[in-house]
């Protein structure tokens, strides 16, 4: 890979840095402090705050308006029953088929889906299949969705590190979206074959959190035991949230359906159509 990622970025305690900005963005600020920084915020990454839930004035602290919920008709389901729906809103970072175990991170460059997930047999269970990265910005809404009815079966908390998730580091962190910290989650679609389904953390915040399970990342705190909520979910449903931009690859078995092969930087809204089911 010829680019690298930022010296700065390679030298800093990342985890440490990540979690001090995380206490940070999760204090609550007065609104004469608060509001001019998200006004900032907004123009600055080109947040859409047209279909938020609360107008901005509303917010009491950044991890508040990062995980901003939107109005239900803002993002519609796909009129296919089958249809896939992207489970959030970004860019593609690449797209493909499952071979020889691995998956495509730049032209080139391949990571084990045996080491994203660290399970070498639910790996297997996906091999043939089809998968879809997709980075979520600064900007971006932070909640992610059930792209179809299924089930987890499986929720793994996997303590990594926290390189950024953008374009650069992509192409320069081999590995990557394998060597940060991150929750693999396997499971069933009500309609026939597995899934996986992996919320990626990133540098600076690089919390994870699942709406089923009191998991959170950075520090990791998560138990793969009995979860507090129910492990199902119907299309359109709220999957969990980042705590600031970050990355999910989703993974469909083959006897699942097939999930398109979008060209990288393509541009998604939660609830597009992204493939379709068997």
């Known amino acids: 890979m010829e680019q690298r990622p930022p010296l700065i970025v390679r030298l800093v305690p990342r985890r440490l840095l990540s979690r001090l900005t995380g206490w940070f963005a999760r204090r609550e ?32 602290s950044f991890v508040d308006f990062f995980t901003r919920e939107l109005h239900p008709e803002a993002r519609p389901m796909p009129e296919d029953p089958r249809a896939v729906a992207s489970p959030c809103d970004g860019t593609v970072s690449m797209a493909g088929s499952v071979e020889a175990g691995t998956l495509l991170q730049v032209k080139g460059h391949t990571y084990a889906l045996a080491d994203l997930l660290g399970d070498a047999d639910a790996a297997a269970a996906l091999e043939g299949g089809t998968y879809a990265v997709i980075y979520l910005a600064p900007g971006d809404y932070h909640r992610y969705h059930w792209p179809f009815d299924g089930t987890v079966t499986k929720a793994h908390g996997i303590e990594g590190d926290l390189w950024p998730v953008n374009e650069r580091a992509v192409n320069s962190v081999p590995g990557l979206f394998a060597r940060n910290a991150r929750v693999a989650c396997t499971g069933r679609l009500s309609s026939g074959g597995t899934f996986a389904y992996v919320p990626v953390g990133a540098l600076n915040v690089g919390s994870i959190q699942l709406v089923f399970s009191g998991a959170r990342t950075n520090p990791l705190r998560f138990e793969d035991a009995e979860p507090t909520g129910r492990r199902w979910g119907v299309r359109g449903e709220e999957f969990g949230r980042f705590e600031l931009g970050s990355t999910v690859v989703l993974v469909l078995s083959k006897e699942a359906g097939t999930l398109d092969a979008l060209p990288p930087g393509t541009k998604l809204r939660m609830g597009e159509a992204i493939g379709r089911l068997l």
Do not use: H, I, K, M
């Open 29 to 60: 600020l007065p609104g004469f402090l608060l509001r001019p920084l998200l006004r900032w915020y907004a123009r600055r990454y080109g947040a859409d705050l047209a279909d938020a839930v609360r107008p901005l004035e509303a917010y009491t």
